[in-house]
């Protein structure tokens, strides 16, 4: 079936280690993007990607790195400098053929720094 | 940067009635694009509705349908008949070209609204 798998659904780490979150996607989308949902205030942008090779910083990007390798894989890192990471960390992806088109999103990971 | 303001944090409606969201948008674009996002209690992030600023007509999907006011950057969900089903946070969302590098889309979201449903 086509669709964005993030993996895991839950993941735990010690204070001070690197994470990195996964989310892949078989639709053939171009641009795919990471967000970070906290409770009471939405979804804020992180990282975006339009092609391969290229990613651009969302609002919050402090404390995240992304690469963007193969079309299909959007990895984010959450490192020791991000302050608080303890969220809920959402991938979206869309196809850019249309203008209007609507991104499609993973089930999310759940990430509790300890 | 655009900013998406959704001023209804929670609301509640009797089911089979009607209820409207609120949401308002802050950009100089004229071309733009507006999403309504449903997330239930899954988390799973669902598209409700779209509408392209540059289409007048309000964009309608069964019991769902949009009041977009452009001059007002008004950007407003009307569920009608609701069910139990409808339980969930709506967020609603603005997409943009942003004129850097490859060139992209940048889809920023308001806060969102817990919608309840009451039997």
């Known amino acids: 079936d086509g669709g964005i798998t993030q993996s895991p659904k839950y993941l735990f780490r010690k204070e001070g280690q690197n994470v990195t979150l996964s989310c892949e996607q078989n639709?053939?989308?171009?641009?795919m993007y990471w967000y970070r949902q906290d409770p009471g205030q939405g979804l804020r942008l992180i990282y975006y990607s339009q092609i391969v090779n290229d990613f651009q910083k969302g609002d919050i990007a402090e404390g995240y790195s992304v690469s963007r390798e193969k079309k299909e894989s959007f990895p984010l890192t959450v490192t020791s400098a991000q302050k608080n990471p303890t969220a809920f960390y959402l991938c979206a992806s869309r196809h850019t053929g249309g203008v209007s088109t609507e991104a499609f999103f993973g089930q999310g990971t759940r990430l509790t720094v300890v | 940067a655009q900013t998406v303001t959704q001023s209804q944090p929670e609301m509640s409606v009797q089911e089979a009635e009607t209820v409207t969201l609120s949401c308002t948008y802050d950009t100089s674009e004229n071309n733009y694009y507006l999403f309504w996002y449903k997330q239930p209690p899954s988390r799973q992030m669902i598209l409700v509705i779209r509408q392209e600023a540059y289409k007048q007509q309000n964009a309608t999907e069964n019991r769902f349908s949009v009041n977009f006011q452009k001059a007002a950057k008004s950007f407003s969900l009307k569920i009608s008949d609701s069910q139990l089903g409808d339980t969930a946070m709506y967020f609603c969302?603005?997409?943009?070209?942003?004129?850097?590098?490859?060139?992209?889309?940048?889809?920023?979201f308001g806060k969102g609204t817990k919608l309840s449903v009451i039997p």
């Open positions: 639709l053939n989308h171009d641009a």
């Open positions: 969302a603005f997409m943009k070209h942003v004129h850097s590098g490859a060139g992209s889309y940048q889809l920023t």
